[in-house]
């Protein structure tokens, strides 16, 4: 991969951003209790909000991996994108009230609230494994890859440490307030810096009619593919990709952690939906750059090079400096959201569990201590995922194996109130077996040649029976314990009555049918 070459303007830029929010994130330091550490004091407006999940949930390996997946195939990968915010909105209107409403600060703790400590223990402990050894080392990894174009005889280790001690600067000592208030700069200069290399991407092709032509007989321009695509087959989009985007968005604590966040349930909402319209807008500023890149720079042979070529090639001095530290932004956000994910489930689903601490800002410390832990051990991993390339490519694909009977037993948790603890334990493990099996033994089975997308719905379908099954044949859960925590039409209908005398700008109702209006008209424009 060609190296990029910064000259001192684009270096001050790059250190003045770093500096500027170290320092935005300090000021913003909230670590006097249990709630404004782990939580910001649950007092996040939606703006915030918003950023701060487009944020974490855009790591700057995504984003190198979206431009050179669109090189490759072109606009398929949008798919993930624009199905994952209809899914959001699906779980802005059911799921995200019940998680605001529990008081719960993680995801596995509202599992112990609506079933028992057995599925909580089980779902915190696979979170935790896949924060630090894949989520923090693969984006740490990434970032030194990234930073090692322009530095190239600096060591993987030495810039893998230089990134996490930069991050953790602010993230351990201010908790998630300083690191929400950091994503939202960092959403703004990730922005920013695409919207530039974009725009000047655009303005490079020199001959649009030449350009369409090219693929003129191609899928390239297009999102819906056949079920022979290796990317997305057209199946997969709709039994896939909303399993796994509901895990991402609903489900996993790094994401979830800044929702439970907001002052209130319309601010959760309307700051996913934010969230939501600017994962619409990667198509224009993260994926079709990747295929414009194909007719101004042809044969690449490495896809990933696509980002860093576009950076080399079009980027003009000052503007460099810009573009990279939007990309250190990137991976900056996506490791503090890791780093405060496992650190909050370690000490509020662990240890003040297991020690019965209620001491706010012994918690803290605890919280403090582990998110320690956690970077030390990231840094001590990440340069050794090349080296163990294939064990790391397996592991995620057994994470993403294991999402579908989480999705499960929170669905049918929250939608069918004669699911039983025992019945979701048992759609968890169950589950997890039925995953496991597939993984080791697909290629023996008929689903051999099978994408995985399609491999979902079975894995879905198997814990979803085990858990119906086993919640049948077992006691019912006490209705007042329960009460709080199922969906009810009765819901609906008060929740209509009182939106009745609501404007519609604040109608979150009437955002959410927009942002699904947008969602399937860039979708029809490129079907």
Known sequence: MANIDLSTIDLIIILVYIIGMVWWALKHVSNKSSESYFLAGRNMKWPVVGFSLFAAGVSSSSLLGWSGEAYATGLAVFNFQWVSVLVMVFFAWFFLPFYINSGVFTMPEF????????????????????????????????????????????????????IAAVVALYTIPGGLSSAINAELLQAIMLLFGAIILAFLTYNAIDNWDVFYQNFENTLTLHIVRPMDDPIVPWLGMIVGIPVLAFYFWGNN???????????????????????????????????FPGVWAQYLFPGLENPDQVYPKLIKELMPIGLIGIIIASLTAALASSFS???????TIFTMDFYAKISGEKDTKKLVKVGQLSATVIVIIAALWAPHI?????????????VSYIAPPVVSVF????????????????????????????????????????????MVPFILGASMIITIVASLVTKPSPEKVIESMVWKKSL????????????????????????????????LLYW
């Open 111 to 162: 599992l112990e609230k609506r079933f028992d400590k057995r599925s909580k223990y089980y779902f915190s402990f696979i979170t935790i494994i896949s924060n630090v050894f894949a989520d923090a080392a693969v984006t740490l990894y990434a970032g030194a890859i990234l930073i090692q174009l322009i530095y190239p005889e600096a060591s993987i280790q030495l810039i893998v440490i230089f």
């Open 253 to 287: 604590q790094m994401l979830v952690q800044r929702i439970l966040s907001a002052k209130s349930i319309d601010h959760g909402r309307k700051g996913m939906f934010l969230a939501g319209a600017l994962m619409v807008l990667t198509l224009y500023i993260f994926i």
């Open 337 to 343: 959201a890791v780093i405060n994910s496992a650190s």
């Open 386 to 398: 090349d080296q163990f390339g294939t064990l790391v490519k397996y592991y995620q694909t057994m």
């Open 411 to 454: 669905f049918l948790g929250v939608f069918w109130k004669r699911a039983t603890a025992t019945g979701a334990f048992s759609g968890l493990i169950g589950g997890l077996f039925v995953a496991v099996f597939l993984l080791i033994f697909k290629d023996r089975t008929f689903m051999a040649d099978m994408h995985f997308l399609l």
């Open 492 to 523: 609906f209908t008060k929740e209509s009555m009182h939106l009745k005398g609501v404007v519609w700008y604040n109608n979150y109702r009437v955002l959410s049918i927009v942002l699904i209006a947008f969602c399937f008209l860039f979708a």
